[in-house]
C-alpha cells in the first residue's frame, strides 16, 4: 500500500466514525518517529475508543501493522503508532490543552478536503 492510499485509508476510517476537526501535518523532515501525524477528536470517551478501534479494524482488514496503541482504555488521548503515520485520537476537551497542531505548527497540513466531501 502506497503513502496516499494509506492516508485516504485512514482518514475514511476516522470520517466513518464521525471523527471531528479531521487533519494532518506532513512531518517529514520535522520528526523523527512518522512522516505523518492526523489528529482528530471524539466527543465521549465511547467514541474515542470507537474510532481507534474503527483504525485498528481497517489496518487489520488491510493486513497494515499497527505497532501499538495507547491509551485506548483511558480514552483522552488514543494513540496509533502506523509505522509512517501516528494518529492521534483525542477526547474533545483533551485536544485543545494538548494543541499539537501548535506544538507542531511548523508543520504543512495535508488537504484532506478531497477525501472528507
Known amino acids: 500500500m502506497n503513502e496516499q492510499e494509506l492516508i485516504e485509508l485512514v482518514v475514511k476510517a476516522v470520517d466513518d466514525k464521525r471523527a471531528e476537526d479531521i487533519m494532518m501535518l506532513d ?5 523523527l518517529v512518522a512522516d505523518y501525524f492526523l489528529i ?5 470517551e465511547k467514541q474515542v475508543q470507537a474510532i481507534a478501534r474503527g483504525i ?3 489496518a487489520m482488514e488491510k493486513e ?3 505497532r501499538r496503541m495507547e491509551g485506548f ?3 483522552r488521548w488514543v494513540l496509533v503508532d502506523m509505522g509512517d503515520m501516528v494518529v492521534h485520537v483525542f477526547h474533545r476537551d ?5 494543541n499539537l497542531e ?15 466531501s
Open 102 to 116: 501548535k506544538l507542531w505548527g511548523d508543520a504543512p497540513s495535508v488537504d484532506l478536503n478531497q477525501m472528507l
Open 64 to 66: 497494515i501493522n499497527i
Open 73 to 75: 482504555d483511558q480514552a
Open 27 to 31: 512531518m517529514k523532515g520535522i520528526s
Open 40 to 44: 482528530c477528536h471524539g466527543n465521549s
Open 94 to 98: 483533551e485536544r485543545s490543552y494538548y
Open 56 to 58: 485498528k479494524d481497517v
